[in-house]
């Protein structure tokens, strides 16, 4: 029996047709099976935890002197330039002493006359009035009163001072110091030694230095804060780095410490233990007991079991906080939740 040639081509086309639909259904069962098992890993990773209070302020120097003028009078030498080191007792400037050491020699030939009359009583009385001349001479010097670099000086000779007028700036670099804030509620972390990091604008490198001092009690700030306000001191100068300059930094309250951490969503927990699934190149579980502890919200930290850089398959599903949550259309946004649907 001969089948028309119009009858052959509607099979030919219905078999197409139905193969295609098998190959379309197959591919389908197989992109949602796919989505379905996608697997998750999470990598057990070392971090580094710091305990340390976060500070900020500017460097002074270790010591610094005001150059000022006890009397009036005129500068008769300048003996010292801005940038210049300068030892304790040197002197910087002088001022016009004539009169003061005309005084005291006055004094002293009255006081040897006294001692040929030998009159004890005035004798006496001259040595005490020598020891204010003295200081009146000496009045006339500005000195330095430690080692230092003159930071600033503004005086030429001829020029007339008045009593406390200020021209410069002895201070002492060989360390820096800083006085920061800290909180009311860090307070209890401090002990006086403790290491202090600092970090300049100015500097590419840290330093290291020391906590000196804080006080008993709080002081509260413009902004209603109560601070603490300490003393810490940096030994170890960068180079470039001067009084004033500004500076960030934390102090430590206790050494840095490695941890082991992972996703808690890949730790599985059985009989009252816990347990990672360890997932190697080629694919295979290898699953081993595990010690751990929280450390954050989403974190647990490896106590043991476990060595760092391990594979590890998710034994749940990593859960989505409330301002992460997505909304479908027509979902009730103010409940934050996605309801199902009512059965009809």
């Not at 099979?11 to 379309?24: E, I, K, Q, Y």
């Not at 007991?289 to 998710?314: C, H, K």
Request: charged share 25%; aromatic share 6%.
């Amino acid at each position: 029996m001969t089948v028309p040639k119009k009858m052959r081509k509607v099979w030919l086309v219905a078999a197409g047709s139905a193969a295609v639909l098998c190959a379309a259904v197959v591919a389908a069962r197989k992109v949602v099976g796919s989505g379905k098992n996608d697997a998750v890993f999470y990598t057990v990773r070392t971090e580094s935890y710091e305990n340390v209070i976060e500070i900020a302020g500017t460097v002074s120097a270790a010591k610094s002197q005001s150059l000022k003028s006890l009397n009036d009078g005129t500068v008769v030498g300048v003996f010292k330039s801005e940038g210049d080191s300068v030892r304790a007792g040197d002197l910087i400037v002088q001022l016009d002493d004539s009169e003061q050491l005309y005084n005291l020699a006055n004094l002293d030939y009255e006081i040897s006359v006294a001692r040929q009359n030998q009159t004890a009583g005035k004798l006496s009385l001259m040595q005490t009035q020598r020891k204010s001349l003295l200081r009146k001479v000496s009045d006339r010097k500005i000195v330095a009163t430690f080692d230092g670099i003159i930071a600033s000086l503004d005086v030429k000779t001829g020029d007339y001072l008045e009593a406390k007028d200020s021209i410069g700036t002895l201070v002492d670099t060989s360390y820096l110091t800083a006085e920061v804030e800290v909180a009311e509620t860090d307070v209890s972390k401090l002990a006086v030694g403790q290491k202090v990091i600092f970090s300049f604008p100015a500097s590419s490198s840290s330093a290291e230095g020391f906590l000196v001092s804080y006080p008993a009690i709080g002081t509260v700030t413009s902004r209603g804060a109560t601070v603490v306000k300490a003393k810490i001191r940096l030994d170890d100068v960068p180079e470039g780095i001067l009084p004033n300059f500004s500076f960030t930094g934390k102090i430590q309250i206790t050494e840095p410490e490695e941890k082991l951490v992972v996703e808690r969503y890949a730790i599985g927990h059985e009989k009252g233990g816990a347990f990672a699934d360890v997932v190697d190149r080629l694919g295979n579980i290898r699953r081993v007991d595990v010690e751990v502890r929280p450390y954050g919200t989403d974190f647990v930290e490896i106590l043991g079991g476990l060595s760092g850089g391990e594979r590890l398959a998710a034994q749940s599903e990593a859960s989505k906080s409330g301002r992460m949550r997505t909304f479908k259309k027509g979902s009730d946004k103010k409940g934050g939740r996605n309801d199902p649907p009512r059965p009809f």
